[in-house]
């Protein structure tokens, strides 16, 4: 089976590191009707009491400016790809080595299987990073 493979648009928040934080920043999309599709949080131990959130995708004039008002931005130094197919086991690992014999160093990784199912983000670091990762990926085969 072919991988889905795409460029995301994740935008990025800092986040108080306390009860409720998140769900702030959370409440602001919703209200905007934002569908996500993904959520990451996380501390941000060099800003002690601080936190950062990544979110995707922002479809729609409203949710866009919903999240501009509560502080989102797309940040220009991170570039993500959206990696979406059939589960299988090592499927990770052949990503990873995909990556690594395209020469391209991502900066995170995440991925989670529902069913038979699967949908990964790879966060790099430039946009030609997410170009080399694309093409790479498009010739695995799953």
């Known amino acids: 089976m072919a991988l889905k493979v795409a460029k995301a648009d994740v ?3 800092t986040i108080d590191d306390r009860p409720g934080g998140a769900a702030e920043k959370l ?6 009707g934002a569908n996500l599709e993904m959520v990451l949080a ?20 409203k949710a866009v400016e919903a999240a501009q008002q ?8 991170f570039h993500s790809v959206r990696i979406e197919g059939g589960d299988k086991p090592g499927l990770g690992s052949k990503i990873a080595r995909a990556l690594g014999e395209a020469g391209v160093n991502f900066r995170g990784m995440s991925g989670v299987a529902i069913g038979k199912k ?4 790879v966060a790099l670091d430039s946009a030609d990073d997410q170009a080399k990762a694309i093409a790479a990926l498009k010739k695995l085969k799953a």
Do not use: C, D, I, Y
Not at 70 to 77: I, L, T, V, Y
Not at 118 to 121: A, G, I, L, Q
């Open 11 to 13: 935008w990025a928040v």
């Open 27 to 32: 409440e602001t999309l919703s209200k905007a």
């Open 42 to 61: 996380r501390r941000t131990p060099e800003q002690p009491g601080k936190g950062v959130m990544f979110v995707t995708p922002l479809k729609g004039k």
């Open 70 to 77: 509560a502080g989102m931005g797309k940040p220009e130094n």
């Open 118 to 121: 699967f949908v990964s983000f």
